[in-house]
Structure formats: structure tokens, C-alpha cells
């Protein structure tokens, strides 16, 4: 490969079969099973990246079902959620762990936003006649258990709707140096798009979070179950944008803090 065809074609790893096409992504019929439980609010101030703060002690516990994506395939993933105040003072949401079983999205997830990527082994179901479950394997052991009441209460569709694709969507993305330092250190913003909701329920829920030494999810304990949605949408995946450098200049970072 001379110079220049490097420069254009080089998107991704591997640069003469990436494992993954260059975005944006469409999602068919993808399935949210989501657990709002309140938890430790100074853990949930002990991760959460400056300058985003977390507005309450919620996490939102997610079990994923994708079986139409575009550049993907079929795969499941699951993980957690904060509800944050980003610089603009706006309700955003920032993913604090994500794990799947699918090397693509890993990878694409990883590499293009940042998104907190382990491979696992997540799945979501219909439990005998009337329950929705999810569960998440790390290896042999299991380590969330999330059940819901079958489709018991129609939400208002519009306002899911509304709630994916009007939220902003909070990252920290870091890519190593070839000498092991930070390369890139930056918290990216994405959003949804093209966002359709095909249908949304709620129902009486409860979730158990097991301790795990490599899939920590049980650092942010239980300590209420508050609500929980099953939603099904059609929904693109955009392109992100840097929101915050940290590898900036300091006045630099002071300066887009402050903004």
C-alpha cells in the first residue's frame, strides 16, 4: 500500500478487513428491557466523569436485543446507565458498563464512541408464558438476573420516543499510546436518529446484581427497584462528537468546563 491509499482507505483494525463497516448503524426491532433502581449515590460520584454529575441515585439497568443491525447482525448486550447533568445543564445519560456477544459492535463500539465494550454473555427472553427475563454470564457465572411482568401497562409511545432521541448520550472513550499512556481521553456525545417506537410497556419488575472481580456491576448495588420499561424501536446509531478533551490544555479544559 502506497501513502495515499493508505490515507483514504484506513478507517479501522484490522486496515485490510476491518471488523466492522464505517457508520452510521440501523437498528431493526431492537428490544430494550430497562431496570430504573436507585443505588449509592457516592459510588454513582465516584465514577461518573467531570464535567458530567450524576443527577440522582438512579441507574437504569439495560438488557438489549438486536437482531436486525445493520453491519452487525444478531447479538444481545447489557449494562448500565447513569442519569447525568451534562455542561449544558441538560438530562443526559452516560454509559457506565456494557458487555455483549458480538466481536463487531465490540470492536466498532470500542474503536468510532468509546463505548465500555467486554465480551459476555447476555440474553432476553420470554420466561415460560408471562415473564420477560434477562440475564448476563461472565464466563461460568452469572451475574444479573432482570424480570419484568409481560407487557402489563402500555406507555405512551411518543413519549419513548421522545425520551431516545431528544437525550443526549454521554462516553469516555481512551485509546492507548503505543507506549502505553493515553492517546485519546475524551468524553464523546452521540445521538439517536430516525428514531421509531413500535411499541412500549411497563410492568412489576425486580433485578439481582451478582459481585464480579472483571464485570463489577454489583459496584453499584440495589438498593430499590423504581420502574422498569420493555421498548421495541427502529433507530439509527449517528456519528459522536467530542464534548470534552482531557488531554487539552488546562486552561483549555477550565475554559469548555465553564461553557
Not at 419484568?148 to 443526549?168: N, Q, R, S, V, Y
Request: overall charge negative.
Amino acid at each position: 500500500m502506497n501513502l495515499a491509499a493508505i490515507r483514504k482507505d484506513a478507517f479501522a483494525m484490522p486496515v485490510h478487513n476491518p471488523a466492522y463497516p464505517r457508520p452510521p448503524y440501523r437498528f431493526i426491532n431492537r428490544e430494550y428491557f430497562i431496570i430504573s433502581y436507585e443505588t449509592d449515590l457516592e459510588a454513582l460520584r465516584a465514577i461518573v466523569p467531570e464535567p458530567l454529575h450524576p443527577e440522582n441515585d438512579l441507574v437504569h439497568y439495560e438488557f438489549i436485543r438486536m437482531p436486525d443491525s445493520s453491519g452487525f447482525g444478531d447479538y444481545t448486550e447489557s449494562g448500565q446507565v447513569i442519569s447525568v447533568r451534562d455542561q449544558q445543564g441538560r438530562l443526559a445519560n452516560y454509559t457506565h458498563s456494557m458487555y455483549l456477544d458480538d466481536e463487531g459492535p465490540i470492536a466498532g463500539g470500542r474503536e468510532i464512541w468509546g463505548f465500555p465494550k467486554k465480551l459476555a454473555k447476555p440474553t432476553l427472553s420470554v420466561d415460560g408464558n408471562d415473564t420477560l427475563l434477562g440475564t448476563l454470564d461472565y464466563g461460568t457465572q452469572r451475574i444479573a438476573a432482570g424480570t419484568m411482568g409481560f407487557k402489563h401497562t402500555a406507555l405512551d409511545i411518543d413519549a419513548e420516543c421522545k425520551k431516545l432521541a431528544d437525550t443526549p448520550n454521554y462516553l469516555l472513550k481512551v485509546l492507548p499510546h503505543v507506549d502505553g499512556t493515553a492517546r485519546v481521553c475524551e468524553l464523546v456525545r452521540f445521538f439517536l436518529r430516525d428514531v421509531s417506537v413500535l411499541g412500549a410497556w411497563s410492568g412489576p419488575a425486580a433485578l439481582e446484581l451478582r459481585p464480579h472481580a472483571l464485570a463489577p456491576v454489583a459496584d453499584l448495588p440495589v438498593k430499590r427497584v423504581v420502574g422498569a420499561r420493555h421498548v421495541i424501536a427502529n433507530l439509527t446509531l449517528d456519528i459522536g462528537e467530542v464534548a470534552f478533551d482531557y488531554l487539552a490544555s488546562t486552561e483549555t479544559a477550565k475554559i469548555a468546563v465553564n461553557q
